[in-house]
DNA sequence: GCCGTCCGTCCAATGTTTGTATAAGGTTGC
DNA sequence: GCAACCTTATACAAACATTGGACGGACGGC
């Protein structure tokens, strides 16, 4: 339990914007001590955390409250029919059910934006979908058939984005580089910024990010590095990029990103990151 | 939701741009706030992009916005080379281009039924790629490039089709298996056949397709044998599955069909495969 | 050159949204 | 009792949006 001023501190949002975000906008609604003082727990200070954060990239209050209480973090799916629990990735994964799948997916994107839905739910989402696999409970075959379903859905809203022209973005993996969905993610976001993304896909060999960055003339790649058995042959892509002429400047995103050298690091959030590349670009143009 | 703000930066249309293309073409018809301010929802924001994209290629504002508003939602990619040349994904896997590749891949699904496409045009064109490659005229990374782009595509189409309940198919690859694209066409045929298609992906694990046909109570699953080295793990799995009480039936299609025993074989042809798996199943269910 | 059309920008008056400031008073814990 | 902390309610200003008309550069036909 937190009192307004810790809240404050915690999420570096004024007491007085705390009070009249909870009045106008309902976003939390902590407990109150038998004197009325507000108390929040734990959830409530994530919510403003991720509402402080919509804010601070420019989403009007009033829009970033409505999305983070309707996706609420983990929609809750009334899915027609069965007993009316509420459903999501891992139980989808679990039950193998195409239908239910595809409407968690629908309603999650439906009850947020896009970027909202790659930067809060989907990688909580992820999460618990390895911590179930890990734990045994879930089949290598139940988290390839989730992860599939979130990867085909994300490359659909990928293709939705016509092509355009302008600076190309090399995005993939490292060669033994595999985990695509989040990278499906990131181009699909990079795509939505207007940024002309090459995806590369999983497992792309050593020799072939000089080749091809010089063959479309990229200026700019976008590094996964998700496992620790990633680390060795992304540093190697980092450093022959690098030492091209003109250089290769590279971003690495990912679990491990921090491990790499000679590689600007990505932003936490997915939509964050594509959104700094779009400006730089933009930027880099103008 | 956003805001007309937001979605100028995300457009790179300045915001008296936005209302005026709203207000003379009726381009995008957004929400209001209670207060009378626009909320731009994801699709209008697409919208606006195609829009952007098309008058920044020099076409007129006002056809621009006829041909979007005309056309549903089938921006017509101003392709790079626009002297009538015929592309081929092999070309569009040198370029590393993604809107080439995408006009490829529209021309090539509007220009016949998708039957058509999966049967003919695409085991050719995947042949062109694979001898491309082979001849080392085409690195692993620009194979990559074209092969992920049709498996979007045929991802999106799959995604397209809302699932259907009815008896579950089960389609994968054996364990260490890749070449993805040819089983999402597959996948995606049967979904179109109305068959509730369980895609598992590549590279699913030898205990996993038991496991997974008894918790859907799956009766039939399609197995790609494609490479030498899937010929044994395939075999494997078709021992596993037709062991159980009662058996699965297997069905095996690619290359190496023909090595495996205890199964029966794919029909040559991707479509008229899936219309015979959903025949036998209605026959079956009828 | 002249005219008409197209299209992005600018303007001004008005209204909304949002964070902050203020006043008056109650609660908490030493 | 007292200082620190919290409450509600009202007020306010800066930032943000709205509408509709007017303006001027670009382009094409005559």
């Given at each position: 339990m937190y009192a307004v001023k810790q809240v404050s501190t915690l999420t570096g949002v004024s007491e007085a914007t705390l009070r009249v975000w909870e009045r106008r906008y309902g976003i939390v609604q902590p407990a109150r001590s038998p004197g009325g003082y507000r108390q929040y727990d734990d959830d409530q200070v994530a919510t403003l955390r991720a509402m402080a954060a919509l804010v601070h990239d420019g989403v009007p209050a009033s829009i970033a409250a409505r999305t983070l209480l309707g996706s609420d973090v983990r929609p809750r799916v009334a899915t027609?029919?069965?007993?009316g629990a509420s459903f999501d990735l891992v139980s989808a994964a679990t039950l193998l059910d195409p239908g239910l799948i595809h409407a968690v997916l629908a309603d999650a994107f439906a009850a947020s934006t896009f970027d909202v839905v790659v930067d809060c739910w989907l990688p909580s989402e992820l999460k618990r979908l390895g911590e179930a696999w890990e734990g045994g409970s879930l089949t290598v075959a139940q988290e390839h058939f989730a992860s599939a379903a979130v990867t085909r859905h994300l490359a659909a809203r990928f293709e939705d984005v016509p092509p355009q022209g302008g600076a190309p973005v090399l995005v993939g993996l490292p060669q033994?580089?595999?985990?695509?969905v989040m990278l499906m993610a990131f181009a699909a976001c990079l795509r939505r910024e207007g940024v002309n993304a090459i995806y590369l896909g999983a497992?792309?060999?050593?020799?072939d990010w000089s080749m091809v960055a010089s063959e479309v003339g990229a200026r700019v790649a976008v590094l996964g590095v998700h496992l620790d058995a990633d680390v060795s042959p992304a540093q190697a892509v980092v450093d022959e990029l690098s030492a091209l002429r003109p250089p290769v400047t590279v971003r690495v995103g990912g679990?491990?990103?921090?491990?790499?050298?000679?590689a600007r690091q990505l932003e936490d959030r997915v939509s964050q990151a594509a959104a700094a590349i779009a400006r730089d670009l933009r930027a880099g143009a103008a």
């Open positions: 027609a029919g069965t007993d033994g580089g595999r985990h695509e497992d792309v060999p050593l020799g679990r491990n990103r921090h491990l790499i050298r000679g």
